[in-house]
């Protein structure tokens, strides 16, 4: 972060593709437009940029009291599912001798181009912009080099014409892109996929979350890309099964065959909440399962041959996925800490209105069973897997 000299080196210069001064802390609109502008590094500085909030124009403190609940306001735009590709970013505050000031540290994305609210925002020079055509190509050719993640990667063997382009045409992009952006673009399906990674276009194929989404067949390139389901009569592997299900094909139709499977009744029961009043509990909250699945989902290595295991007992369900923990997230800061080893399919999944916010499905679903009455889950690290126990309610 900045030093205490750096930051009133950037208050009293004039704003530039790197600085932005705010009073405002209430506009979620400008301060999600100005991170996305930051981690887009149009310019290519290959350096953080800063939104300094509680400055004015000319440079002084506005007279901002920077609170503990502005500082985690700010702070929750690191998982505003309306920014995607997620940037990273760090917010501090400053006590200055006229005053306080907020800064958000916002770090060059490697996926490039980043959007809110469906529109890529850029800066030049002083001023913040929403980006045309020719700087969203720049700007995706620019990914290209950057590209680490698996699900970025380009889906070698698959073709245009192995997607059904319906899919993103009618069921993804008008959620993807701001209706106004989709009505002025001229640009065909590859250059539209492209811009929003999910093709590769100096391979001219499909990247893994491309084929992933909306491939006809994507077990053929990604075999283990399903969702085992047994339900056993009994406690163990040992004891029969009563019912399977395999969750297969495009990502779009497994998470909504799946949202329609979670929602058929479970056992549930009244209890009394007061003398008068009773609330319904349940064996499993759907809603817990639900969050706990759409993680693994997210959060699996789709390099491994093996599906995510969806087991049902009498006593217990198990939800186990392909992948160790991943990058920074660790079993002594899980699920506080979160690492994303897909962000393309993570964004997609936003997109798609399955997650609500980002990093908080563990924890919703924790919430949700000591709601209901249930047991914490419980979970289980290793290298090659990490599995979730949800235990019947007593």
């Avoid at 887009?40 to 290959?46: A, H, I, L, S």
Wanted: glycine share 6%.
């Amino acid at each position: 972060m900045l030093t205490t000299e750096q930051l009133k080196a950037l208050m009293t210069d004039l704003e530039s593709d790197r600085a932005e001064r705010t009073i405002s802390t209430k506009s979620t609109d400008k301060l999600g437009e100005a991170v996305c502008a930051f981690a887009n590094d149009f310019p290519n500085n290959r350096q953080p940029g800063y939104l300094l909030v509680g400055v004015d124009n000319g440079g002084k403190p506005s007279g901002l009291k920077v609170t503990d609940e502005l500082l985690l306001d700010l702070g929750a735009l690191r998982s505003n599912v309306n920014i995607e590709p997620l940037p990273a970013i760090v917010v501090e505050k400053h006590t200055l001798p006229d005053g306080d000031v907020a800064v958000v540290e916002v770090l060059p994305s490697d996926l490039p181009p980043v959007r809110y609210k469906g529109r890529v925002w850029i800066r030049i020079g002083p001023s913040r912009r929403g980006a045309n055509q020719q700087e969203e190509r720049i700007l995706t050719e620019k990914r290209t080099a950057l590209q680490k993640t698996f699900d970025a990667r380009p889906c070698r063997g698959c073709s245009l014409d192995d997607l059904v382009l319906d899919l993103f045409l009618v069921s993804y992009l008008p959620a993807a892109v701001a209706r106004e952006v989709i009505a002025e673009n001229r640009r065909s399906p590859k250059e539209q996929m492209a811009s929003l990674r999910f093709y590769d276009v100096v391979a001219d194929c499909p990247s893994n979350a491309g084929a992933l989404l909306f491939a006809k067949e994507p077990l053929r390139w990604i075999p283990g890309a399903y969702i085992q389901f047994v339900r056993w009569a009994g406690t163990t592997m040992s004891d029969d099964p009563v019912d399977e299900k395999r969750f297969s094909g495009d990502l779009i139709t497994v998470l909504r065959e799946l949202q329609a499977f979670l929602s058929l009744p479970t056992q549930s029961y009244p209890v009394p909440a007061s003398a008068l009043r009773e609330r319904t509990e349940t064996d499993y909250p759907p809603v817990a399962i639900r969050e706990l699945l759409w993680n693994a989902v997210m959060h699996r290595s789709y390099e491994s041959n093996a599906p995510v295991r969806f087991y049902w007992y009498d006593d217990r369900i198990e939800i186990q996925n392909p992948g160790g923990l991943y990058g920074m997230a660790s079993p002594e800061n899980f699920p506080r800490q979160t690492d994303y080893r897909n962000p393309v399919i993570s964004g997609a999944m936003a997109t798609l209105g399955y997650v609500n916010a980002f990093g908080r499905g563990v924890i919703r679903a924790q919430e949700v069973l000591r709601r209901n009455g249930s047991p914490p889950a419980e979970f289980t690290f290793e290298t090659s897997h990490v599995l979730a126990t949800i235990r019947k309610k007593p």
